[in-house]
């Protein structure tokens, strides 16, 4: 069951259709960007997908391989299909590309619509309005895929940091 995010901790969903490819590569980038920022403990990181094809499994072994060459595990993690309790419980939900995008924003209650928006918004250097798809292509996707996600989760984390500031002081 999902949980209310924390007035002093913040909470990312990544959001992909089947959740085995883009977010849970993301949830592994940013899940260990956060560790090395020492917030663990007040930055909450999931993914799912907005299909309940692959509940239950792994992510690709193909995003895992590439993963794991930077450093990166995602053996933990699992598939699941985005909830309704999900709106509540994240502070945002970041979609992998437009159509993604436009199925949460379909689903999501008019008070959580702020929440949602595209994970590339957060690049700092790279510039592309979706992280597309490496399921049906080559392996030079995947590495794709990680560039713009390492990118963007380096820009995600600044804003989470910023965020977390701002609701201390408050």
């Given at each position: ?35 090395a920022a020492g917030l ?131």
């Amino acid at each position: 069951m999902a949980q209310q995010p924390t007035a002093a901790g913040y909470s990312v969903l990544f959001l992909c259709m089947g959740n085995i490819c883009r977010s849970p590569t993301a949830h592994g980038v940013f899940r260990h960007r956060v560790q090395a920022a020492g917030l663990a403990d007040r930055v909450r990181v999931d993914s799912a997908g907005t299909h309940n094809y692959h509940p239950g499994e792994p992510p690709d072994h193909r995003s895992q391989r590439h993963a794991s060459r930077r450093g990166y595990d995602l053996s933990d993690l699992r598939a699941r299909k985005m909830l309704l309790a999900d709106f509540a419980a994240h502070d945002l939900v970041l979609a992998m590309d437009w159509d993604n995008l436009a199925m949460a924003q379909e689903l999501c209650p008019p008070q959580h619509a702020h929440k949602l928006r595209r994970l590339t918004e957060f690049c700092l250097h790279m510039q592309s309005p979706v992280v597309p798809d490496p399921y049906y292509g080559g392996t030079t996707g995947f590495d794709g895929v990680l560039d713009l996600v390492e990118d963007a989760c380096e820009g995600l984390l600044q804003h989470v940091q910023r965020e977390l500031q701002h609701r201390s002081k408050s």
